[in-house]
């Protein structure tokens, strides 16, 4: 089980690296989930799904229909609305549905927001407890990351609204470290609970 555990942080490293990286190259800007062109998540996105009310956004249960009008707002072509290929999207949004049943698009929906939100900063303190949440409360937390960026790099904060998530709390946490003495992050939290799990296997005394 332990070789398993280690196997398992390894490989979680591995995708954490490799989806920092996509989040600034020309490969990453989109994803290809059955012929449809997703766009990683920009705080303009998340903005707008948080206006309507969209439970991926806002507290709540997502349903079907919550994952079908978040995946809409980051296809590719919901920035063409006058496209021609509009509703030819729609219709594959509504054909992956029937195809792949709820569990289907509600699961890419999660995966898609799950990887923004993957460097959301965290910070510890001494005892290594976590002091927030990994979760965006209101759009004046965004509005905060945006201006925090901007003001740094010297971006125009409209600019700045329009980039990856995960770009932008990559820099966000670059300027903590780089400006706050004694700053510390907390891991992903996928990486601690797979330590975690490790540990309970060494205090255990067990290896499989």
Known sequence: MLDILIEDLEFAQAAIVENRLLAWSSAGTKTDIDKLLLLPVTAKAWIDLKLIGNKFICEGLPDEDDA???????????????????????????????KNGKDYVLNLAYKHINAAFAELPKSVNNSNSIQRENAMPATEGIIGAIDEVAARYGQNPLDVLTWPLNRVFQLQKAIRVATIPNYKLAEPQLIRIIKQEILKEINNGTKS
């Open 68 to 98: 079908l009008e978040y995946l809409w707002r980051n296809c590719e072509a919901y920035n063409s609305v006058q496209n021609s290929n509009t509703e030819n999207v729609k219709k594959r949004l509504g054909y992956l549905l029937g």
